[in-house]
């Protein structure tokens, strides 16, 4: 089994940045891939960002690309995105997720484990 925990969010005005982290534990961590998702009150959850860990690609949203960069920490087990020029429209709770196996790395279906979100809020 694997856990995932999501820290780092909070109240940043627009144009501002913030680094999240999601620190990934258990027996033996092992996954294909990494990904940030995010959730707004009364919408969809939506992709925001992921990384394959064999090679360390790396993949966006539209919304995300140019603005938000995702990384890892091997040594760590942690995953990050760091998110500059915020706005207002970036305001959600932002997920942690673990995908095991070789699947779209967009859809929330190819992962399998979850972290409890973080909440991060954009003021104008």
């Known amino acids: 089994q694997v856990q995932l925990v999501e820290s780092g969010g909070g109240l940043v005005q627009a144009g501002g940045s913030l680094r999240l982290s999601c620190a990934a534990s258990g027996r033996s961590f092992v996954s294909y891939a990494m990904g940030w998702f995010r959730q707004a009150p009364g919408k969809e959850r939506e992709f925001v960002a992921a990384i394959i860990w064999s090679g360390g690609n790396t993949y966006y949203a539209d919304s995300a690309k140019g603005r938000f960069t995702i990384s890892r920490d091997n040594a760590k087990n942690t995953v990050y995105l760091q998110m500059n020029s915020l706005k207002p429209e970036d305001t959600a709770v932002y997920y942690c997720?673990?995908?095991?196996?070789?699947?779209?790395?967009?859809?929330?279906?190819?992962?399998?484990?979850w972290g409890r979100g973080t909440q991060v809020t954009v003021s104008s």
């Open positions: 997720a673990a995908a095991l196996y070789r699947r779209p790395y967009y859809l929330e279906a190819a992962y399998d484990y």
